[in-house]
T-cell receptor, first 114, second 117 residues
């Protein structure tokens, strides 16, 4: 079955540590996205990528980094510079970066800083 | 810069009645796409409907329709004959079609819909 897989589902991190969230898709989609969602809030765009080896900052990129070395993979690193990283993180992909291509989402990773 | 605004934090509707969820947007792009998603309490994101900026007719998908008013920059979602299973968070989203916003998919703050029996 095609889809987007995020791992792990739950992640605990100590303050001052970097942590990497995984996002893999086997849909052959060109574009991939990372969002942060706080309780009862909307989705805020962290980074997005329309093609391999290229990505753009979203609205809240500070304290985060990404890479897009393979079409199917778009890992997100939450660095120690992110002041309040506890949140629900969603990865999404679309067939293309334009037109009616809807976004497919992973199940999310819930990150907690302890 | 592109921006999506949903001004209704919460909405209540009686089962079997229709409800409209508001969405306004701001963009300087001529070409863009508008989407609505549903997020149940389980957290998954479910695509509902799409409207392209050049589409002349309002999009419809089953009980969902999008009331697109381009001059007013609004893209309201209308759910007809509400069902208990429609209770969820609803998000409006926009993807830019040109310039620095090309491919950028931005979401609004969401509206929590509660359907009463």
């Amino acid at each position: 079955d095609g889809g987007i897989t995020q791992s792990p589902k739950y992640l605990f991190r100590k303050e001052g540590q970097n942590v990497t969230l995984s996002c893999e898709q086997n849909l052959n989609h060109d574009a991939m996205y990372w969002y942060r969602q706080d309780p009862g809030q909307g989705l805020r765009l962290i980074y997005y990528s329309q093609i391999v080896n290229d990505f753009q900052k979203g609205d809240i990129a500070e304290g985060y980094s990404v890479s897009r070395e393979k079409k199917e993979s778009f890992p997100l690193t939450v660095t120690s510079a992110q002041k309040n990283p506890t949140a629900f993180y969603l990865c999404a992909s679309t067939l293309s970066a334009m037109g009616p291509a809807e976004a497919f989402f992973g199940q999310g990773t819930r990150l907690t800083v302890v | 810069a592109q921006k999506i605004t949903q001004t209704q934090p919460g909405m209540f509707v009686q089962e079997k009645e229709a409800v409209t969820l508001d969405c306004t947007y701001d963009t300087s792009d001529q070409s863009y796409g508008l989407f609505w998603y549903k997020q149940p309490s389980s957290g998954e994101m479910i695509f509902l409907i799409y409207q392209g900026s050049y589409d002349e007719q309002n999009a419809t998908e089953g009980r969902y329709s999008l009331n697109f008013q381009k001059a007013r920059k609004s893209a309201n979602l209308v759910i007809s004959a509400s069902q208990l299973g429609d209770s969820a968070m609803y998000f409006c989203a926009m993807r830019g079609g040109s310039g620095t916003s090309y491919g950028k998919l931005t979401f609004g703050q969401g509206t929590i819909l509660t359907v009463h029996p």
